[in-house]
């Protein structure tokens, strides 16, 4: 019964020079009321938005309740610019099978679609991950909305951080730089978390293909080429030196010149290859530079996972009948 009841309904409504069937369907019967719809309909379909909103607030002057005008109020109040009363319209009127308001409705704001579903991406649960869909259209859109949507990637993974949700902060690191590799906060962001996470591979990839790009942009300008953010280096760095190329990561260090605790990450990280290379006296000078003055943020970043990590270490170790020390491990 349902079913006939709403084609019958979208039949009617597909002759919209019926002024008698409008106004059957508009609750309303036929005369200046549904006259006055038509027009602001026609109004609408040639452009004339203002004219057509004039219409519909006529008709729910003395038909407050009429949907046809409620909700064609709401869409001529967006086109001309007037976000606030459309929404208001469309939540007095709940939208119903009518064909030319569907029609109207997508025409208004199916193209506007990408904007509307990456504003619910970021609704749902506060420990839901980026939806794939969305980061996959983001792909085909323009390059401004796409560092646009890349920029809210990393609102929400610094957003988890806060919440110390790091495996979460990583699903929205990850979905930003693939869709903005050559973004330097994108990467910055990305190459932390994967660092932190023991993902050393896809940090240094990721680093390195930014570099690259500037290296290449700057030959192509036959310029200088710009170096990167000090971080962005220190993150690169760290990722070499977790991969056993220590003095490859001192030499990425050096061009950016660590001094002074400012540059604790810098420090921090040379310090760290310096010891694994034996070099003493080099690493207890840029591991004092780099804990001194910014403890704190050296604990976070590495001295507080790295314990944890040996803790469970040692747990284990225990539980299998001992560890042993580094060979190298002298005092």
């Known amino acids: 019964m349902t079913r006939i009841r709403t084609d019958r309904l979208w039949r009617q409504m597909e002759d919209a020079a019926d002024a008698t069937a409008l106004g059957e369907i508009a609750g309303m019967e036929s005369g200046p009321g549904a006259e006055t719809v038509l027009r602001g309909l026609a109004r609408y379909d040639s452009g004339d938005w203002a004219g057509a909103l004039s219409d519909f607030r006529t008709v729910l002057e003395s038909m407050p309740d009429n949907p046809v005008a409620r909700l064609h109020c709401g869409l001529a109040a967006w086109r001309t610019g007037d976000a606030a009363s459309a929404l208001a319209a469309f939540r007095a009127a709940h939208p119903f099978p009518h064909h030319g308001f569907v029609l109207r409705f997508l025409e208004a704001f199916w193209p506007l679609r990408f904007e509307i579903e990456e504003l619910r991406a970021f609704m749902p649960r506060e420990d839901a991950p980026p939806e794939p869909a969305l980061v996959a259209q983001a792909r085909t859109v323009s390059d401004e909305r796409r560092a646009r949507f890349a920029a809210k990637l990393n609102q929400a993974g610094m957003a988890a951080i806060e919440r110390r ?167």
Not at 211 to 225: F, K, N, R, Y
Not at 270 to 287: F, P, R, T, V
Not at 302 to 315: G, K, N
Request: aromatic content about 8%.
């Open 165 to 331: 949700q790091y495996a979460l902060a990583t699903a929205y690191a990850r979905a930003s730089v693939e869709l903005t590799p050559l973004d330097e906060d994108s990467v910055a962001l990305f190459a932390a978390l994967s660092l932190q996470a023991g993902h050393h591979a896809e940090a240094r990839a990721a680093c390195e293909r930014f570099v690259g790009h500037l290296l290449d942009t700057g030959a192509e300008s036959q310029g200088e080429p710009q170096l990167p953010d000090s971080m962005l280096v220190s993150f690169w760095a760290m990722s070499l030196h977790e991969a056993g190329e220590h003095r490859a990561a001192l030499a990425v260090l050096s061009r950016i010149r660590p001094e002074g605790p400012e540059d604790y990450r810098a420090n921090l990280v040379a310090g760290l290859c310096w010891m694994m290379l034996g070099e003493k006296a080099n690493a207890h000078d840029c591991l004092d530079a780099g804990l001194r003055e910014f403890f704190l943020d050296s604990w976070e970043l590495v001295v507080e996972p790295f314990i944890h990590r040996t803790m469970q270490w040692l747990e284990t170790g225990q539980e299998a009948g001992g560890n042993r020390p580094a060979e190298n491990s002298s005092s």
